[in-house]
Every structure is written in structure tokens, then in C-alpha cells.
């Protein structure tokens, strides 16, 4: 199948999916979700990304209709429903091989036509379990360049960045500019020059063999990546500090790396024009990664990546 898809509970041959135009989510970006990835077809750090889940919910005043147990209930369900069918990539990481990622997704559901979220009240939840499509390993062993958008004067992003909604233009659009320059991720720069996060990603520099990152405060959110990372960084002994991160200490930084669900850890060897170090991807974020290879598990769990 390799695509399994559930609408309010019942699975539905995706193909087939529909959800109502008069929906919120699709009319307003009126929805809150999750990505969440497997190992070994198993749903990984759920806790922590419904815990987020509900953050969000709460911060966007919208109802997560079910407990977490039925959440997890029913992500098993649909993840069980996409096995199978799986064809062989020859360039993917090895440990992304036959998973899934499941996006979780509550709208606040149907109503007349107009903002007031009181015209809604039955919220929907679809969840997609999808073949988990991360970078090639060829990133991880080269490393991946980014750009940088925004900055003084430029577009400025709307919304709770602590609150993971659907309302995605301004990334949308950076993701596209990002492309433009043949860059994988788009760095986000807010209105004072800091680098806050990446339009689906947290950023780390190592400088003078301190992990740096930016702090909740700065607008980013709160990624479940980021926070493993920080914890295995500490317990290898590796001084981190939350700080906020100027682009141009981050253009100077000696290693820099992005995490998310799908990512794991990725060196980053450009921002914009400039190399990061030696334009390849640094001991501290090999490091990191296979710490947290051990740790993820999945195929070749234990295996450093392979770097150089
Ligand atoms: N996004 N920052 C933003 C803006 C994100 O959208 C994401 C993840 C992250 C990293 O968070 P985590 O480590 O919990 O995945 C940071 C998901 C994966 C997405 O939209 O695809």
C-alpha cells in the first residue's frame, strides 16, 4: 500500500480521500498538526509530539477530539494500513528505509462560511502515513547548502511560530527562494538579523566547540529533534548555550547542522554564499548524528553515518 489514510477514524484507500471544501483547515489554514516518523515501523518520541500537538491545540483555542491513547490507537492502525509495497531507493539513508512518516492533522472541522471559529464545532483529524522521504545520504556524508531569507526590512512571518498550525505561506515562499538558489533549506532571518530556525527545521552552529542554538524565546519552535539533541550534546560533555544566533556568527561558525523528525541531524556547509568551516560537514555534528543513530535506532541502528 505504502499509503495508508485515516479520516476521523476510518481508513480510506487514498486514492479516494476527500476532505469537505467548506473545511477550515483548507479555507483558512485552520489546523494544527504533527509529523511523527517511524523506526522499524514503529511511531517514535510520540510523547513529546503529542504533547506539542496539544500545546498547539491550546495556544489556537481548537479541541483535539481524542485522548492520546486513541490517537496512538489509531496512528497504529493507519501506519499498519501503509505497510507493504515500499520501492527500494538507492539513494536514501539506510535507517529511512521501509519507514513511514505520519502526519497528524486536526482541523477545526465545518461550519458556515466566515472567521469566527464559533461557526465550527466538530473538529476533524486525518492522519497520513507516507514513505518516509528524508535526504539522501549523499547529504549527510557532503553536507547541505541553505539560504538565508528575510532579514531587515524583509518579509515579516505572521502568526505563533511556538504553535505548529497549518498556516504555511511565509515558509512556503521561503522554501521557495531557498530553491531558487539550489539551497535545501531556507534559514529563517528575523526583522534584528538573528537566525531564528529553518522553514521546517532548528539550527545549531558549533563555535569554538560550543553547540549554540537559538532559544524558545527567539520565535522558533520548540522541535522534538532539537530537544534529544541538546540532551545527548550535554550528556557527551558538549557545552551547549541557547543564545540568540546573529546570521553573521552563524556564517562564521566552525560546524553547523539542522535538525528535524525527517532530518535527524544534517550538516549545513553553506548559508548563502559563504562556506561554513571547511565547506564539509564537521566532527561535533558526526558526533551528534551517530549518538543519535544509536539512540533512534531503525536499520543499521548503531552505525555512525557515514561523513567525508
Ligand atoms: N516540521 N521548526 C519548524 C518551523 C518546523 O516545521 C519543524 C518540523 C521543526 C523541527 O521540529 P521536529 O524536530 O519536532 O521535527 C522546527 C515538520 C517535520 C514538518 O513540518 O514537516
Redesign the pocket.
Known sequence: MTIGVSIDGVLVPAGEARVPVFDRGFLYGDSV???IRTYGLAPFATT??LD?LAASAERTALRIPWSDARMEEEIGRVVQASRGGDEDDPEGAPWNRGER?I?VVVTRGSGEMGLDPGLASDPMVVLLALPLRGPPLSAYRKGVPTWPVGGPGGPRRGGD?SA?TGEHLF?VLAVREARAHDAHEALLVDGSGYVT??????VFAVRGGVLETPPLGAG???????ALVVGIARDLGIPVQERPLPLSALEGADEAFL????REVLPVVRVGDRAIGRGEPGPVTGRLHAAFRERAGGHESGKAPPRG
Open positions: 498538526y504533527e509529523v513529546p509530539h506539542r512518516s502526519r511560530p505548529k515558509h530556525e529553518g522553514a521546517s527545521s532548528n522558533i519552535l520548540a522541535g522534538v529533534t532539537r535538525t528535524s523528525t525527517v
